[in-house]
């Protein structure tokens, strides 16, 4: 628990000073109707009545239709702990602490209710926005004209600031940091906003994560074109494009998993769930980003590259709204997401990719897939469903069974075509490639291993990246590749 903030003004508001604060950005680092939005419209029967309600009531009505007492949690919702220990304090010194918020009435309810710190309540009902002017007058009206304090953050609580005694302010920037320095010594309260945006935004984005699309270059490497520079530049622009493509789609996640990344141990920081970043910012840098990646691919790549890039975002949506509520249908569309990188990358080169690469790729990124839930399902009791997915901690052993398997198909193919003619054809020392073998099957079960003894974080794929082993394993194979293109040798196995 931080330490109580002290006042910064000449003089404190005395005990019959009646204190008034905000919701969204004050006491809580995001706002909960833009985030009961992003919860209604996974659900289209809710459609209709929204609507309905905004051509009624407006942006009241809306916020009034999008209560879902089943979905709200409170104690979910990142406080801010420096205006939390402010109103614990004006509590101790005996004030009157209202809630005074634009968001609906039930939503500040709730939070009323969880935190236990307020005498009164003033919000949004139907027909009545409570914000900027309309807040004023509430607040005039509720502290029978004498003298308050107000703790905001926006720009529509300037008239409050300036109507009030005291004035506390949460981020200020912009016209609101002006409102801060002219309110001089009646400032109680500056406390920090939820940090910079653009780095909150970037963090969302998953750049370490970009690393899974290096398989965009597979096809290059296995065609053995790598010193052509029209194909490797076409390889670099896939590379960029997915990589965007695929930020735009981890933004999309995560807003539509705040409150399980919530209540996951690591996934409660990331930005969304700690409010870093506000859901509405998230979802113009979603669309933002999505455009700009298509743009990007049509203007510079072959249009079956585009093509490509708009099947993998419609996969990837149908896989955050719909599909990874299912269990194994979910970990299937993950395998086909990363094979698609693979054909992707085909694509942008002009490549024909091989069927013996696609069903490796399937059944290898299925086997990781299983992994991952393996992993979070470790996390969990036997009687525990994972959060927003549909599986249970009893079927752990289940889902090890299934990922093993997996990779065992994946190392059979890999056997198959190493016998091949397709193989012996295409490399002069295709002997040299049975050594890939052992090195997969060594690589794959170690990290099985590793996951039952708890040494794996939560992505899989991560862990291969930064492993120094599996780094070691993964440049090995690929000399051994190159090796077995470029070098001659009589066969020894018929």
């Not at 494009?241 to 920081?269: F, G, M, P, Q």
Request: hydrophobic residues 50%; contains cysteine.
């Amino acid at each position: 628990m931080n330490a109580a903030p002290t006042s910064l003004a000449s003089s404190s508001p005395g005990a019959d000073t009646p204190l008034y604060v905000d919701l969204d950005g004050t006491l809580i680092r995001t706002d909960a109707a833009q985030e009961l939005l992003i919860e209604a419209l996974k659900t289209s029967s809710r459609w209709p009545g929204i609507l309905r309600a905004a051509r009624q009531d407006g942006r009241s009505g809306i916020k009034h239709a999008l209560w879902d007492e089943a979905g709200f949690r409170p104690e979910l919702l990142p406080y801010n702990d420096d205006v939390l220990s402010y109103l614990r304090q004006a509590r101790e010194q005996g004030r009157r602490v209202i809630l005074a918020t634009a968001a609906d009435r039930r939503v500040a309810e709730a939070v009323s209710a969880h935190l236990a710190l307020f005498d009164g309540i003033l919000a949004s009902e139907p027909g009545n926005n409570l914000k900027g002017a309309a807040k004023l007058e509430a607040i005039r009206a509720d502290a029978g004209g004498a003298p308050f304090e107000y703790l905001g953050d926006s720009r529509a609580d300037i008239p409050i600031w300036e109507a009030a005694g005291w004035a506390g302010f949460v981020a200020p920037s912009g016209a609101v940091e002006e409102t801060r320095r002219r309110t001089g010594d009646r400032a109680t309260l500056v406390s920090q906003g939820n940090g910079s945006l653009v780095r909150g935004l970037w963090k969302a984005m998953r750049p370490h994560q970009w690393s899974k699309n290096v398989l965009v270059f597979v096809p290059l490497l296995l065609s053995h074109q790598y010193g052509h520079a029209g194909m490797l530049f076409a390889a670099l622009m896939a590379f960029v494009c997915v990589s965007i493509l695929a930020s735009s789609v981890y933004l999309a996640n995560d807003l539509v998993d705040i409150e399980a990344d919530r209540r996951h141990r690591t996934k409660r920081n990331r930005p969304f769930a700690s409010g870093a970043v506000l859901p509405v910012q998230g979802v113009a840098a979603t669309v933002g980003l999505a455009t700009l990646a298509l743009l990007l691919a049509f203007a510079t790549l072959p249009p079956k590259f585009g093509a490509i890039l708009l099947v993998y975002l419609a996969m990837t949506t149908a896989y955050s709204f719909v599909l990874k509520r299912f269990s194994t249908i979910d970990t299937i569309v993950l395998g086909m997401l990363y094979t698609l990188r693979i054909v992707a990358g085909a694509a942008a080169c002009g490549i024909a990719v091989s069927s013996w690469l696609l069903t490796f790729s399937l059944f290898f990124f299925v086997s990781l897939a299983y992994l991952k839930r393996a992993i979070e399902l470790e996390r969990v009791e036997e009687a525990t469903k994972l959060p927003s997915r549909n599986y249970w901690g009893a079927e752990l052993s289940t889902v090890r069974a299934f990922g093993i398997a997996n990779a065992a198909a994946a190392m059979l193919t890999l056997a198959q075509y190493m016998s091949s003619a397709t193989a012996s054809q295409t490399y002069g020392a295709a002997d040299l490639l049975w050594l890939v073998l052992p090195l997969m099957m060594f690589w794959i079960y170690r990290t099985w291993m590793w996951a039952c003894r708890g040494k794996i974080g939560d992505d899989p794929v991560i862990f291969a990246v930064t492993d120094r082993i599996s780094q070691l394993t993964l440049a090995t194979t690929v000399l051994l590749v190159i090796a077995a293109r470029y070098l001659t040798m009589e066969p020894m196995i018929q």
